[in-house]
């Protein structure tokens, strides 16, 4: 599938779910309005996109949410994605804390790989940013995922300015140990993002990425994945280093990737409201009018954000999946 820009798209994120057990600040408000559960998409649903989609050239998909750990029974979708619909990768990104108890079925479902958000190793930090959030628990969930198998695993830590920078030296050093991707993530201008009032924020990761090559001697490397990070490793580390800099260093030219939301809206890129519903088809199980949906929403997919210029989004990103 390509876009009126020519960019191939083949890559789908799904969001099975807009709820959350956390409410990280720069991502979600404490009190929100969720979509009415009646409009939720279930499993055949779901199921039913990603057959269209896979036939019109969606080759790997993710899973997100809000936190689609929070879905019952995810496992199950797992299991049929991999089973019904020949896709070549799954993955899913998960706040991590209910991993302990969900990643060996997760990886018997036939998940490949996971993400796991840690923006900071302070428990105190950590409860702050997340408002409800236990840094140990999901770092038990880390180890978990690790040891049955979900592997490479990365680990997104968005880094806000005067919150959590001073920790990016020691975030880093974890791809010194273990066989992990750290990603530091530029915070995007979306939603809760526009007012975290006293909690940071915006730090430009290009300069730290330089920073970060000379001081380590930091190397490129190639990293399977299917999004816009770029990598880099520490001369004989296990791990590596990867950045998603939106704005400092902008992407869009290569976008792959269109999204699925919770309610059945196809989005075709995160920066605008801009989208097509296709609930109706979908509950219709109208294989055409999804596909023609689909291609409807390539055909108005954007050339780019213009966060770097100011342009803000008002969408809450939990609703999104990120
Ligand atoms: N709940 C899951 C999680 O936290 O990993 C999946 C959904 S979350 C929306 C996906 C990713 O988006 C997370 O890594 C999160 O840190 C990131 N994110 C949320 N709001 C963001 C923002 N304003 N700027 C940059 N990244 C953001
Ligand atoms: Fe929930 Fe993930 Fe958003 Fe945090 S970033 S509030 S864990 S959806």
Redesign the pocket.
Known sequence: MKDRFGRTVNYLRI?VIDR?N?R?H???PLHVKFFDPKDVLSFDEIITVVKVAQKLGIESVRI?????LVRPQLPKLIYRLKNECALKEIAL????MLLESLAQDLKEAGLDRI???V?TLRPDRFRKITRFGDLQTVLYGLRRAIDVGLTPIKI???ILRGFNDDEIDDLFRLTLLERVTVRF?????????LSLNGMGGYLNLTQVKERLIKDYRLVPVQEKGNGPARYWKAPGAPGKLGF?T?ISDKYCATCSRIRLTANGEIRPCLAYDLHVNLREAIRRGDGEAIAAGILKALEIKPWGHHWEEGQITQTV??S???
């Not at 997100?64 to 689609?68: L, V």
């Not at 990104?93 to 991590?96: I, L, R, V």
């Not at 993530?185 to 993002?193: F, R, T, W």
Request: proline share 8%; net charge negative; glycine share 16%.
């Open positions: 969001s959350c956390l990280c720069y991502c979600m997100t949410g809000g936190e689609p990104t998960t706040n991590g993400n796991v958000s923006d997104n830590a968005v993530l530029e915070l995007m201008p979306i939603g809760e993002a998603i939106p990103m939990s999104l999946g990120g």
